[in-house]
């Protein structure tokens, strides 16, 4: 085969939809335009197609190329052996004559490495473009884009706007084209939600309401574009919208499939409904003589003992005003002089209804997050902005660090409701430069860290490590060393719980180049989390140098770190990896005697912490050998992750009791443990 001095493909090839292939007729002077490709016709394939199925065959077939016996077997089974070779001899003169253009050799090739042996190769991706393998590098360029802290939000869109209609859609049966076809349709899905993801966080509500609607269209019976599309409409406070979405898919997977939708997409829907409901008795009400005016998120639930505040729909009725008339009118004065006396009314009522009872602190920090997540959303409904660039700015500055303290009191579900009204607004004044940028930008990292710790409870790797990637980007506009490092060393703790360890130490390496450009919190932190990773492999010399250092280092009062807010590290968490090092060196006494130090310090209520001690001190006693108090503490664990709502530390429970039931399979006490799990 000569070689190809065009810079151009040759040949074109069509996978997606219709199957098209096209040669290129003319290439253009040096600096004109895209170069000219002429559509082969129907008619020059033949009147079987044997040439253009063949060449189907090639584009899904490793490396481009077959043998001549596989060939034969896979799109002639049933023809005699005869007939099946003149099959075959004619579709590949056709193919070469079709693969030919420009004067130059055909891109079909035939290969003979013995005497018994014929092999049929296509040309590579530079000569003979096909749609698929480009869309398939394109996706491999944005994952690469990614792990360089680059953006991969192009390469997904080149992806995205290529992928466009069914993969051989003529050929849906045909076993050859299955292994493609899978590999296809598993990087179109990941691209799509991947690309819905970057939408949404970036508050590209439009682009991904446009992707997920083409997408839906195509198959009104995917729920994961359902649900992702019901939650952006939802967001825009389009309800009815992404109720009628539901209702249909509902109608479809009722008369294709006999099936309800999924559990979480009726959830949604009723969230949707509900709040729908309350929010349409709001705007009728602001058109009369009496306002209300809705907060969302609408649910105010609790785990703690100390919490009585039912699930419910809150409400504030905001008294009568010509104000109310136009709500969106109001300036952040005039909203928050309406609202404040209906807060207070709000919470002496609450005070009341529970007697003597005063409303905990977790109470009122939920409720002032809470407020304003919504009223962000009502200032994005209006054509008129309702509040200023410096007035998001103060109310995010004093809330995002709230939402970290309410999650670290149990408020995992209040958090996980009220975060995205921050992220939003956040990231839209972020990215654009200005006066507010770099504020804005290290808020929005802070705020996607802490997005990172829920997506993290639930087990959520891959929306963790979105989350944590989001934040290092934001830190490097915000030009933060402390939030670099934070970011890189959190992104790292994902592979500790994925249980790879040479990734999570390449990233504490990362961030170790921050390391004399942070403050003594994240310095402390960085130390210990070290010591675990290089204990974690068995370095033991390395492990204690930083078991030192952390020590050293760390201060003794964290919470005077101005970045406490967000890397609230502190005595316990030095402990906690600490202990993670003792037991990876095999030294559990140690372990047990550095927990023992913070036990009483972290509160006994239901709080993170709390669990992940109890986590921590059911594997120490294991690894000490102690059936007795290794079930006592797991009895609590398993107990304690369920009633938190955190998956991470209740399969934590379960990796530690299937090396129980390895330890001690025939002890009777086992088998009451395991109803703890079911």
Same mark, same amino acid.
């Given at each position: 085969?000569?070689?190809?001095?065009?810079?151009?493909?040759?040949?074109?090839?069509?996978?997606?939809?219709?199957?098209?292939?096209?040669?290129?007729?003319?290439?253009?002077?040096?600096?004109?335009?895209?170069?000219?490709?002429?559509?082969?016709?129907?008619?020059?394939?033949?009147?079987?197609?044997?040439?253009?199925?063949?060449?189907?065959?090639?584009?899904?077939?490793?490396?481009?190329?077959?043998?001549?016996?596989?060939?034969?077997?896979?799109?002639?089974?049933?023809?005699?052996?005869?007939?099946?070779?003149?099959?075959?001899?004619?579709?590949?003169?056709?193919?070469?004559?079709?693969?030919?253009?420009?004067?130059?050799?055909?891109?079909?090739?035939?290969?003979?490495?013995?005497?018994?042996?014929?092999?049929?190769?296509?040309?590579?991706?530079?000569?003979?473009?096909?749609?698929?393998?480009?869309?398939?590098?394109?996706?491999?360029?944005?994952?690469?884009?990614?792990?360089?802290?680059?953006?991969?939000?192009?390469?997904?869109?080149?992806?995205?706007?290529?992928?466009?209609?069914?993969?051989?859609?003529?050929?849906?049966?045909?076993?050859?084209?299955?292994?493609?076809?899978?590999?296809?349709?598993?990087?179109?899905?990941?691209?799509?939600?991947?690309?819905?993801?970057?939408?949404?966080?970036?508050?590209?509500?439009?682009?991904?309401?446009?992707?997920?609607?083409?997408?839906?269209?195509?198959?009104?019976?995917?729920?994961?574009?359902?649900?992702?599309?019901?939650?952006?409409?939802?967001?825009?406070?389009?309800?009815?919208?992404?109720?009628?979405?539901?209702?249909?898919?509902?109608?479809? $997977?009722?008369?294709?499939?006999?099936?309800? +939708? =999924? #559990?979480?997409?009726?959830?949604? *829907?009723?969230? @949707?409904?509900?709040? /729908?409901?309350?929010?349409?008795?709001?705007?009728?009400?602001?058109?009369?003589?009496?306002?209300?005016?809705?907060?969302?998120?609408?649910?105010?639930?609790?785990?703690?003992?100390?919490?009585?505040?039912?699930?419910?729909?809150?409400?504030?009725?905001?008294?009568?005003?010509?104000?109310?008339?136009?709500?969106?009118?109001?300036?952040?004065?005039?909203?928050?002089?309406?609202?404040?006396?209906?807060?207070?009314?709000?919470?002496?009522?609450?005070?009341?209804?529970?007697?003597?009872?005063?409303?905990?602190?977790?109470?009122?920090?939920?409720?002032?997050?809470?407020?304003?997540?919504?009223?962000?959303?009502?200032?994005?409904?209006?054509?008129?902005?309702?509040?200023?660039?410096?007035?998001? $700015?103060?109310?995010?500055?004093?809330?995002? +660090? =709230? #939402?970290?303290?309410?999650?670290? *009191?149990?408020? @995992?579900?209040?958090? /996980?409701?009220?975060?995205?009204?921050?992220?939003?607004?956040?990231?839209?004044?972020?990215?654009?430069?200005?006066?507010?940028?770099?504020?804005?930008?290290?808020?929005?990292?802070?705020?996607?860290?802490?997005?990172?710790?829920?997506?993290?409870?639930?087990?959520?790797?891959?929306?963790?490590?979105?989350?944590?990637?989001?934040?290092?980007?934001?830190?490097?506009?915000?030009?933060?060393?402390?939030?670099?490092?934070?970011?890189?060393?959190?992104?790292?703790?994902?592979?500790?719980?994925?249980?790879?360890?040479?990734?999570?130490?390449?990233?504490?390496?990362?961030?170790?180049?921050?390391?004399?450009?942070?403050?003594?919190?994240?310095?402390?932190?960085?130390?210990?989390?070290?010591?675990?990773?290089?204990?974690?492999?068995?370095?033991?010399?390395? #492990?204690?140098?930083?078991?030192?250092?952390?020590?050293?280092?760390?201060?003794?009062?964290?919470?005077?770190?101005?970045?406490?807010?967000?890397?609230?590290?502190?005595?316990?968490?030095?402990?906690?990896?600490?202990?993670?090092?003792?037991?990876?060196?095999?030294?559990?006494?140690?372990?047990?005697?550095?927990?023992?130090?913070?036990?009483?310090?972290?509160?006994?209520?239901?709080?993170?912490?709390?669990?992940?001690?109890?986590?921590?001190?059911?594997?120490?006693?294991?690894?000490?050998?102690?059936?007795?108090?290794?079930?006592?503490?797991?009895?609590?664990?398993?107990?304690?992750?369920?009633?938190?709502?955190?998956?991470?530390?209740?399969?934590?429970?379960?990796?530690?009791?299937?090396?129980?039931?390895?330890?001690?399979?025939?002890?009777?006490?086992?088998?009451?443990?395991?109803?703890?799990?079911?």
């Amino acid at each position: 085969m000569n070689e190809r001095t065009y810079p151009y493909p040759m040949i074109r090839v069509s996978t997606f939809g219709r199957f098209v292939v096209e040669c290129l007729s003319a290439v253009p002077a040096q600096g004109t335009a895209r170069p000219e490709y002429v559509r082969v016709e129907d008619e020059e394939w033949g009147g079987r197609n044997h040439g253009r199925n063949l060449l189907k065959l090639l584009v899904c077939s490793d490396c481009r190329c077959a043998p001549r016996d596989v060939l034969l077997e896979l799109l002639w089974p049933d023809a005699e052996k005869r007939h099946a070779d003149r099959y075959l001899n004619s579709a590949a003169w056709v193919l070469r004559r079709v693969l030919r253009t420009l004067g130059e050799s055909s891109l079909l090739r035939t290969l003979r490495p013995s005497n018994d042996l014929t092999i049929y190769e296509l040309a590579d991706q530079e000569q003979l473009w096909v749609d698929a393998d480009a869309f398939l590098d394109l996706l491999s360029e944005a994952e690469r884009a990614e792990r360089a802290g680059q953006d991969p939000l192009p390469w997904l869109e080149k992806a995205q706007e290529l992928a466009q209609g069914e993969f051989l859609v003529e050929d849906l049966y045909h076993a050859w084209a299955d292994q493609l076809r899978q590999s296809v349709n598993a990087a179109r899905h990941r691209c799509l939600h991947w690309l819905a993801d970057l939408y949404e966080q970036r508050g590209m509500l439009g682009r991904a309401e446009t992707l997920l609607y083409t997408t839906l269209k195509q198959d009104p019976a995917d729920e994961d574009v359902l649900y992702r599309l019901m939650r952006v409409l939802a967001r825009q406070g389009r309800a009815r919208e992404a109720l009628a979405c539901y209702e249909r898919t509902k109608r479809v $997977l009722l008369r294709e499939q006999q099936v309800q +939708p =999924l #559990a979480r997409t009726r959830e949604l *829907a009723e969230q @949707i409904r509900d709040e /729908a409901v309350v929010v349409e008795h709001g705007v009728r009400a602001t058109h009369e003589a009496t306002g209300t005016i809705v907060f969302l998120p609408t649910k105010i639930e609790s785990l703690s003992e100390d919490t009585n505040l039912k699930p419910s729909l809150f409400e504030i009725n905001v008294p009568s005003s010509p104000l109310v008339q136009n709500p969106y009118q109001w300036s952040i004065g005039e909203l928050l002089e309406h609202i404040e006396p209906a807060i207070r009314e709000h919470l002496l009522a609450e005070e009341r209804r529970q007697g003597e009872k005063k409303l905990s602190r977790r109470q009122i920090i939920s409720l002032l997050i809470s407020v304003s997540a919504a009223v962000f959303g009502i200032a994005q409904t209006g054509d008129v902005p309702l509040l200023h660039e410096s007035e998001i $700015l103060s109310l995010c500055n004093i809330n995002v +660090p =709230l #939402a970290w303290q309410l999650y670290f *009191a149990g408020g @995992i579900k209040e958090v /996980a409701q009220a975060l995205p009204g921050y992220i939003f607004p956040l990231t839209a004044l972020a990215q654009p430069p200005s006066k507010y940028q770099q504020l804005a930008a290290t808020l929005t990292s802070q705020a996607y860290q802490l997005d990172w710790l829920l997506a993290l409870q639930k087990q959520n790797f891959g929306k963790a490590l979105d989350s944590i990637k989001q934040s290092f980007r934001y830190s490097e506009i915000a030009d933060d060393n402390n939030l670099r490092a934070s970011s890189l060393i959190r992104q790292a703790h994902i592979f500790f719980h994925l249980k790879r360890p040479i990734q999570q130490m390449q990233l504490h390496r990362q961030a170790m180049q921050y390391s004399n450009d942070i403050s003594p919190l994240l310095q402390g932190w960085l130390y210990i989390v070290m010591a675990e990773s290089h204990a974690r492999l068995r370095q033991s010399d390395e #492990a204690r140098r930083f078991l030192g250092l952390a020590y050293d280092t760390f201060p003794e009062h964290p919470e005077n770190d101005p970045n406490f807010s967000y890397v609230p590290v502190n005595h316990f968490t030095l402990a906690n990896h600490a202990a993670l090092a003792y037991l990876h060196l095999r030294q559990p006494k140690l372990a047990w005697d550095t927990l023992a130090q913070i036990d009483k310090e972290i509160p006994t209520a239901l709080v993170p912490k709390r669990v992940e001690l109890l986590n921590r001190q059911t594997a120490v006693s294991f690894a000490l050998g102690d059936m007795d108090q290794t079930c006592s503490y797991f009895e609590l664990a398993a107990v304690s992750a369920r009633e938190l709502g955190s998956d991470l530390r209740y399969n934590e429970v379960c990796e530690i009791y299937e090396q129980m039931q390895i330890m001690w399979p025939h002890e009777s006490r086992m088998n009451a443990l395991e109803e703890l799990l079911h």
